[in-house]
């Protein structure tokens, strides 16, 4: 099993920048994925970025060039950095773990994110 506890949400203006954390339970270094999601009112959950062990980095196309994914392993730790945000980046981030190929998904808490002048 893994917590997940998310950190570093809050209400940015257009244009600004937040960074999320995600500290985990136990360590990160041999995880198979570990991912950012969100989820905005009276939508669907939707990838934002996950960093596989084996693939790298994976970005849903409206945050391509806006946001980066990375880790800390000393820490247990996950970062999303988020630049230039958008009214439409307001949502409910998730930190996602998977501990191997085919294995269960582990979700934290979430933590909100508001941009709006």
């Known amino acids: 099993q893994v917590q997940l506890v998310e950190s570093g949400g809050g209400l940015v203006q257009p244009g600004g920048s937040l960074r999320l954390s995600c500290v985990a339970s136990r360590s990160i270094f041999s995880m198979f994925r570990m991912g950012w999601y969100r989820q905005a009112p009276g939508k669907q959950r939707e990838l934002v970025a996950t960093?596989?062990?084996?693939?790298?980095?994976n970005y849903a196309g409206s945050v391509k060039g806006r946001f980066t994914i990375s880790r800390d392993n000393a820490k247990n730790t996950v970062y999303l950095q988020m630049n230039s945000l958008k009214p439409e980046d307001t949502a409910v981030y998730y930190c996602?773990?998977?501990?191997?190929?085919?294995?269960?998904?582990?979700w934290g808490q979430g933590t909100q994110v508001t941009v709006s002048s």
């Open positions: 996602n773990a998977q501990p191997s190929l085919g294995s269960n998904n582990y």
């Open positions: 960093l596989t062990r084996s693939e790298g980095t």
